[in-house]
């Protein structure tokens, strides 16, 4: 067993932690090898000030990645063991991974990895068919895999309690000017390589809209190409909101998301609940689970799309750190 990972396995497998969603596409993460441990850190600088002001965010999506970047390791057959926030005193370092027992790649690691490259967030109306049993079982249980769980809302009465939620927690959030200039200044009209292209957003938000869409300048609807009536709404939690229940919460997402993936299902996140509080609150009344909700999904079957850009490799990764 290798007791170290090397600068090419970190590269290796930062190409594939970078395709991990972070609110607006800031991919606020960075990477570095350090005494032939992997580190995972969220990049402070890149936090959102307005929309993510305690850094629940930038966590979620950190996790993620991580999730990742255990996956890819796992695929090259050199497995990682993981401790999240090693360093008490270095609170960015969100987890460190060494060389485990070296194993065959389970076919389930497989599968996921996999679909890294073919995740993207899919904001479109969905098609009206219903997500089948078996689909919503492998979601519930990607979760539970990842110490976290998911509520998926059933029955009209439900779902329109969340839409009232998320519907009350959207116009709380609109009212804030920096909010709203946060969320144009990271809407790209160009290739940029972070941001949210136009061509990814969702058809702006309209009054019989049961789901309130964040605006992330996507074309107006075609005449009857309104969202599906009967949206699969899916809530993500674990059993509290410490910085490493975030860490954990953001990889149970990359896990579900990525099984939605391989089943052929399309998603979009809907956090606007989870970020004001009294939202995030009523949100957790309203299941009756123990625990936080830490993002909530739509899930469905979605047309074709593409991934978003992402940062080149050179500037997530630290290499100032001294090593062995
Ligand atoms: C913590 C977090 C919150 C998010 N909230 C929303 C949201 O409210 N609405 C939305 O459309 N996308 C949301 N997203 C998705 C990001 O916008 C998306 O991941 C990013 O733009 C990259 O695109 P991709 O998912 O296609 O790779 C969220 C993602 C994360 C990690």
Same mark, same amino acid.
């Given at each position: 067993m290798d007791a170290y990972y090397t600068l090419a396995q970190l590269r290796a497998a930062a190409a594939d932690a970078i395709r991990a969603p972070s609110l607006h596409n800031t991919q606020p993460w960075r990477f570095r090898l350090r005494d032939g441990g992997i580190e995972v850190l969220v990049d =402070?600088? %890149? %936090?959102? @000030?307005?929309?993510d002001p305690n850094g629940w965010g930038i966590r979620i999506a950190a996790g993620a990645a991580l999730f990742n970047l255990r996956l890819a390791l796992a695929a090259a057959e050199t497995p990682a063991a993981v401790r999240l926030r090693p360093y008490p005193a270095e609170p960015d370092v969100v987890a460190r991974l060494v060389p485990d027992r070296p194993r065959r790649c389970t076919p389930i690691e497989q599968a996921l990895y996999a679909a890294i490259p073919r995740r993207f967030s899919n904001r479109a109306p969905f098609q009206p068919d219903p997500v089948p049993a078996d689909a919503r079982w492998r979601l519930t249980e990607a979760a539970r895999a990842e110490e976290c769980w998911l509520e998926l809302l059933i029955g009209t009465s439900a779902v329109n309690a969340f839409a009232e939620i998320a519907r009350g927690a959207h116009h709380v959030l609109e009212r804030n000017p920096s909010y709203r200039a946060e969320r144009e200044r990271w809407v $790209? $009209? #160009? &290739?940029? =390589? #972070? +941001?949210?292209p136009a061509t990814a957003g969702g058809p702006p938000f309209e009054p019989q809209d049961l789901l309130p869409a964040r605006a992330f300048g996507g074309r107006e609807r075609a005449p +009857? %190409? #309104?969202? &599906? @009536? &009967?949206p699969l709404v899916a809530v993500l939690g674990g059993p509290g909101n410490t910085a490493v229940d975030q860490v954990i919460a953001g990889q149970a997402l990359q896990r579900t998301l990525l099984t939605a993936t391989d089943a052929g299902l399309s998603v979009s996140m809907l956090s606007q609940p989870i970020e004001v509080p009294t939202a995030r609150e009523q949100l957790r009344l309203s299941l009756g689970r123990y625990g936080t909700p830490q993002m909530v999904m739509r899930v469905g079957y979605g047309q074709p799309g593409w991934p978003t850009p992402r940062r080149e490799i050179d500037e997530v990764l630290d290499l100032t750190v001294p090593q062995l």
């Open positions: =402070p600088s %890149r %936090r959102l @000030p307005a929309t $790209h $009209h #160009d &290739e940029a =390589p #972070d +941001g949210v +009857g %190409r #309104d969202f &599906e @009536p &009967e």
